[in-house]
C-alpha cells in the first residue's frame, strides 16, 4: 500500500516543536517520509503570514538534514485561499483510492477542525493523526466523523476514514513564541534550527511589527 503522510501548517517560522514532533510521528508509525506542507499566501483565517517563498524556502534549510521529513511546496504553488480539502483531492487522485493518506495535525488545530472548509469530506479523502500540544488539555474530538483507532498496524491498513492519537513527548514552542521573541531582541536559538536563524537575521524577518 503507497503511502503519504503530511503535516500542514503556516510554518511562520518553522520551529523545534514542528521537527520533532514530526519525525517523532514519523519513527513511532513507522513512516518513510512525512511532508510538511505550508498554506499558501492567501491564508484563509487572514492575519498577515510572511510570504510562502520564506516560510518555505526556511522549511527547505531546516530539514535538509531530516532524512524522514521533506519541504512540500504544493500548496504555496496554488492560486487562492488554502484549503486542505483541495490537497486531499489532488493527493488522492495522484495516489489513487487504495494509497494510505493520513493528516498530521496538533491538538489545538484538532480543536478548530469543524470550522475548516468541507472539514467533514476530510475523512472522505484521508485519515488524520493528532498529537498532543504541550500545555493543551485533550480536546473533545467525538463529533469527527471516523473511527477511531488505536493500533498502529490497523490504521496504516486504512486509506482514509479514520483517526489516531499519538502521544508524543511534547515540545513547548510556537511560532508566535518565536515571532515575539524576535521582535523583542530575544534570542531564539534554543526554537529554531541555526540554518532558520541565519535566513531570519539575513533578511531582518519578524523584527517589525
Ligand atoms: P502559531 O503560533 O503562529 O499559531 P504554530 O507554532 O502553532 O504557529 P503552525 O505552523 O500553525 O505552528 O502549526 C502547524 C501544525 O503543527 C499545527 O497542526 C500545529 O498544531 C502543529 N504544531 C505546532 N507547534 C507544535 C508543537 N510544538 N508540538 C506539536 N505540534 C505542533
Known sequence: MSEFVAFGGTFDPVHFGHIISARDVAQ?????????????????????LTHSTHRLAML???????????????????EGATYTIDTLKDLRSELGPDAHIAWVMGSDTADQLTSWHNWRSLFELANVIVVR??????????SWPCRWMQDTKDFKACAFGAALELELTPVDISSTD?????????????????????YINTLGLYRES
Open 60 to 78: 527547505e534549510q531546516a530539514l535538509a538534514e531530516e532524512p524522514w521529513l521533506l519541504a512540500d511546496g504544493r500548496e504555496t504553488r496554488r
Open 28 to 48: 513511532q508509525m513507522g513512516y518513510q517520509q512525512v511532508h510538511l506542507v505550508p498554506c499558501g499566501d492567501a491564508y484563509h483565517k487572514g492575519g498577515a
Open 178 to 198: 518565536v515571532r515575539c521573541r524576535l521582535k523583542n531582541h530575544q534570542s531564539v536559538a534554543d526554537l529554531v534550527p541555526p540554518s532558520v536563524l541565519k
Open 133 to 142: 500540544r504541550a500545555h493543551e488539555s485533550r480536546p473533545n474530538l467525538s
